[in-house]
């Protein structure tokens, strides 16, 4: 019970010193939080390109404007001026602009055709906005058109107006399908985070659980080791508080990025307690490698660098990066030589086929396995560095 109370009282020194490190703040608590909200906006289906329109007030203008709103593909926004709208396209605060005459209206009711105005810039949604704005004005015209036919063949204006406008609800209307074919990549996935969220929780506990080895090379070098081994303290205590002080601070890590996207993103995680049971077998992963980075090492510079590019090398491999469903068949089975692929896969299973503990437990399994493997060559490695310091 003593070496257990040691061992403790070892790891929650390592999760005091952790939570104090000024540096964590922004790399363990904001960067996390940040990158998820970046991918979030890159999966994001709510945008909509702006399209201007000017002298809405007329009925062409009006009915032009409710059109395009209830398309819902693009945002539409109302100007009285045509130097205004002109200089809102030039300034990209809209794709495009449509210019409606003020006189509109009068020119439609005598029967004869309006010009319509349309700019752009050269780059950007100017080419899918003017299809957008033509196919409306399509549907629109369909009752100008008509007084235009009548006009042209001898009848009064107002008269064919006034008929045509009786007969619009009659014209009959093409229903138009759509259907999805194959499956989604990303299919059951219900936020935009939620991708995001999991791939960089698996990269950022794996990176943070590296980090760590630089505290293990620093209490060598200061000889807090050897002060604790002078101590009644036997080399499997501190081997055993350094292991679960490391596991302690990873599974900080994991558990404040789930909190975080919850309460900011709304992320869906799935079954609590298959998430769970994902966090602690990956942060036995990270003290595993933590632990053997830090007994492979001399000094915490070394460690640290090496740390960097192997975190993020084995992340990109492995899926934190990009989604493993984008990678070929032979890049996916390199992927799961990584302990990154394993996580994201289950994290995949609960997030996109709402899975619980049982539908995970193969991915569990490796991780269990990266885990013990780690943890037993860093425990030899660093016996024989303790001893020998």
């Known amino acids: 019970m003593r070496a257990l109370a040691k061992a403790a009282a070892i790891a929650a020194t390592n999760l005091r010193l952790f939570t104090r490190d000024r540096s964590n703040v922004f790399f363990v608590f904001i960067l996390p939080i940040g990158i998820v909200l970046l991918v979030g906006a890159q999966f994001s289906g709510d945008f909509s390109p702006a399209v201007g329109v000017s002298a809405a007030e007329t009925r062409l203008g009006a009915d032009l404007t409710s059109l395009l709103e209830a398309g819902g593909s693009v945002t539409v926004r109302e100007f009285s001026d045509e130097a205004d709208i002109l200089l809102a396209v030039e300034r990209g605060s809209v794709a495009g602009a449509v210019v409606v005459p003020a006189d509109a209206d009068a020119v439609l009711a005598s029967g004869s055709p309006v010009e319509l105005g349309f700019v752009s810039r050269p780059d950007g949604f100017g080419p899918q906005l003017q299809s957008v704005v033509a196919d409306a004005l399509s549907e629109l015209s369909l009752e100008s058109s008509a007084v235009a036919f009548a006009v042209a063949r001898g009848a009064d204006p107002g ?27 990303f299919e059951g996935v219900r936020g935009r985070f939620d991708i995001g969220a999991s791939s960089q929780l698996v990269l950022f506990m794996f990176l943070t659980g590296l980090a760590g080895s630089a505290a293990l090379i620093q209490s060598r070098q200061i000889g807090v080791t050897r002060r604790m081994l002078g101590s009644p303290t036997s080399v499997g205590t501190v081997i055993a508080g350094e292991a679960i002080g490391r596991f302690a601070v990873t599974l900080t890590q994991g558990l404040y990025i789930v909190a975080a996207t919850v309460l900011l993103f709304g992320v869906g995680w799935g079954n609590l307690a298959a998430v769970a049971a994902i966090l602690v077998a990956f942060a036995a992963v990270g003290a595993g490698a933590a632990m053997l980075f830090g007994s492979l090492f001399r000094n915490d510079q070394q460690a640290g660098g090496v740390a960097v590019v192997v975190g993020l090398g084995m992340a990109a491999l492995g899926g934190s990066m990009l989604p493993i469903e984008l990678f070929g068949p032979t890049m996916t089975t390199v992927a799961h030589f990584t302990p990154h692929a394993w996580a994201n896969d289950a994290f995949a299973e609960l997030l996109r086929r709402d899975g619980t503990t049982a539908d995970i437990l193969p991915q569990l399994g490796a991780l269990a396995l990266y885990a013990a493997v780690l943890l037993l060559a860093a425990s030899r490695r660093m016996r024989a560095v303790i001893t020998r310091t």
């Open 159 to 185: 008269t064919a107006a006034a008929a045509a406008a009786s007969r619009a609800d009659t014209i009959p209307t093409i229903a138009v399908t759509t259907g999805t074919a194959g499956t989604s990549l």
